[in-house]
């Protein structure tokens, strides 16, 4: 895969080199240097922006577009709901985008906040929410699709270290029991390291990934013993060195 930018000599490529693949039900996250391309990546493959080279694959199907079984979580969750809709009618504009037949569940707007912990919130608008409860919403309205694949662009940078470790395991938990696939873009490499199956590691010039790390840390996993972990320190020395390129 390959993305550039700009016109005739003066084009920049942003990405290049890039190929690799992602097993269905796991949690994969990209890191690297500001600039080196993880948001531009995970655009491409939400269909976002186009890509001047290469092809995106789901199923052995080839994706041209948005593809059907995929939604976006972006950084920026303020302007991601709509302001002038009730939580619920958020939840509800999910449900119309959705897959037919995975929604024959008739699952309504609650269902999907139960899962998110805020069936209480129904009736709010998102501004009455804390930053990390309107990030639960837009996480919950992704999900009222019913998508087999999240990609969530620094879901978690916009909130408090608290409420951030709660996201996290919130996130955990729903994919473990909705048997999602997940690429996450992040630049802390600790939340990385906790939430992964494995973790890319861009070059800074966005060419090609530097590396390919399988996480050796066990699941399930929680916020003190994980991070105690003796691998967790080990291979975060590890992913600090690939990113500096030391």
């Not at 039900?25 to 948001?39: A, D, I, Y």
């Not at 655009?43 to 789901?58: C, K, N, Q, V, Y």
């Not at 569940?105 to 990390?132: F, M, T």
């Not at 408090?160 to 470790?165: E, F, V």
């Amino acid at each position: 895969m390959a993305k550039g930018y700009g016109n005739g000599n003066r084009q920049s490529l942003a990405l290049q080199g890039l190929s690799g693949t992602v097993a269905a039900g796991s949690f994969v996250s990209v890191v690297g240097r500001s600039g080196s391309g993880k948001s531009t990546l995970l655009r491409i493959l939400a269909g976002l922006l186009p890509s001047d080279a290469g092809l995106i694959e789901i199923d052995n199907n080839v994706v041209e577009g948005p593809p059907s079984g995929a939604r976006y979580v972006f950084q920026n969750y303020s302007e991601s709901l709509f302001p002038w809709c009730s939580v619920e009618a958020n939840i509800r504009f999910g449900l119309k985008n959705g897959s037919a037949t995975r929604n024959s569940s008739d699952a309504g707007p609650l269902h999907y906040l139960k899962l998110v912990g805020l069936e209480d919130a129904a009736a709010k608008y998102p501004w009455q929410l804390s930053g990390g409860m309107q990030q639960r919403v837009a996480i919950a309205r992704a999900l009222a699709s019913s998508p087999r694949v999240l990609l969530m662009d620094e879901p978690f940078g916009a909130v408090d270290a608290l409420s951030r470790s709660k996201l996290q395991d919130m996130l955990l938990k729903l994919w473990e029991e909705l048997g999602l696939t997940i690429l996450l873009v992040t630049h802390d490499i600790d939340e990385a390291l906790y939430l992964s199956d494995r973790i890319l590691v861009l070059n800074p010039d966005g060419d090609g990934f530097a590396a390919d790390v399988e996480v050796a840390l066990p699941r399930p996993r929680s916020q003190i013993e994980t991070r105690e972990h003796e691998a967790f320190s080990h291979q975060r020395r590890e992913l600090y060195q690939l990113i500096l390129g030391q």
